[in-house]
């Protein structure tokens, strides 16, 4: 059973900083290409950043460049979202996403995050 789980989301005050984590299952981690999207109130949902499967060659959406890294460690089947510097607009829930090709794909269930004024 294919399972992502994300959590480290919450409450958090301009300038402040959290670390999302996604622990998954039920597929071989290390061969998946991850990323991190988010989906604010009313608006679609965009990626924030990527890792590849080899190399972890990272990405980043313009708005986060500089303030988020996104990192992964395979012995534990996890992706990292370390998020700095947060700002108003970075509040939305945060989903974790896997993929391989075209054909295989999974989301995670999300976890909030607010960042208060």
């Known amino acids: 059973q294919v399972q992502l789980v994300e959590s480290g989301g919450g409450l958090v005050q301009v300038g402040g900083s959290l670390r999302l984590s996604c622990v998954v299952s039920g597929f071989t981690f290390s061969t998946y290409a991850m990323s991190w999207y988010r989906q604010a109130p009313g608006k679609e949902r965009e990626l924030v950043a990527g890792?590849?499967?080899?190399?972890?060659?990272?990405n980043y959406a313009d708005s986060v460049k500089g303030r988020f890294t996104i990192s992964r460690d395979n012995a534990k089947n996890t992706v990292y979202l370390q998020m700095n510097s947060l700002k108003p607009e970075d509040t939305a829930v945060y989903y974790c996403?896997?993929?391989?090709?075209?054909?295989?794909?999974?989301w995670g269930q999300g976890t909030q995050v607010t960042v208060s004024s």
């Open positions: 996403y896997a993929r391989r090709g075209s054909r295989n794909t999974y």
């Open positions: 890792i590849t499967s080899i190399g972890g060659v990272t």
